[in-house]
């Protein structure tokens, strides 16, 4: 999202300044975004495809993390995502996201997917997703955001949970490294 004049990751950026900028409330990031399931978008079997869903959650996703960040993001990593209930044409896919906890330069970005059938009312939980973000200067080059601050419970356990799923990523990401 946004406009970098370099490539990310292709310059040598530099140490980067430590913010001193005061944290957020998660509640300032809070995102959502809707759209109405449409036919172009539709598998052979009339439900919406998945990788409409993954480009809808991505969109929110990059949402909350501006919203937090105030700069352009780049998507770094989507952890797993399953599709609990199929999403049918004509019905109302709602997307939400969340700053669940800022690192240095990277954000983790909880996302959850309901679809509201306009008729009945009736609404599901269909995806839950996590996103990290980095947040990037007018070079390309990963630049440090504020932290977030977990308000309420809720927002508590998402930010310690957010750790311990930071660990596995970077873990994942150093066993991909050629
Ligand atoms: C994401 C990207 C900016 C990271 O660049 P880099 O040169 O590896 O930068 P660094 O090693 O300094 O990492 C920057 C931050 O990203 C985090 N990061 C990098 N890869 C990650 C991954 N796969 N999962 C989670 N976090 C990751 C690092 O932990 C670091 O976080 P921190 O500053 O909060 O500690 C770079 O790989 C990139 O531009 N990738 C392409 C992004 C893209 O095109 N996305 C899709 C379209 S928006």
Do not use: H, T, Y
């Given at each position: 999202m946004g406009a970098p004049r370099v490539i990310p990751g292709s310059s040598p950026c530099g140490p980067q300044p430590e913010q001193t900028l005061p944290p957020r409330p998660v509640r300032?990031?809070?995102s959502e975004y809707s759209e109405l399931a449409l036919p172009n978008d539709a598998n052979t079997f009339g439900f919406?495809?998945?990788g409409k869903v993954m480009h809808l959650v991505d969109l929110a996703a990059a949402m909350a993390a501006m919203r937090h960040a105030r700069r352009p993001v780049v998507t770094a990593s989507v952890d797993h995502?399953?599709?609990l209930h199929p999403i049918h044409i004509g019905q109302l896919v709602i997307v939400r996201s969340s700053v669940n906890r800022v690192f240095r330069t990277s954000m983790e970005v909880g996302?959850?997917?309901?679809?509201?059938d306009l008729l009945t009312g009736e609404r599901k939980h269909t995806s839950s997703a996590y996103l990290t973000f980095v947040?990037?200067?007018?070079?390309?080059?990963?630049?440090?955001?504020?932290q977030v601050n977990p308000e309420t419970e809720e927002e508590q356990r998402r930010y310690e949970d957010a750790g311990r799923r930071r660990a596995g990523r970077l873990e994942l990401k150093s066993r991909q490294r050629p």
């Open positions: 300032e990031s809070v919406l495809l998945g995502m399953s599709f996302v959850k997917v309901f679809v509201e947040a990037i200067d007018e070079r390309g080059c990963p630049v440090a955001v504020p």
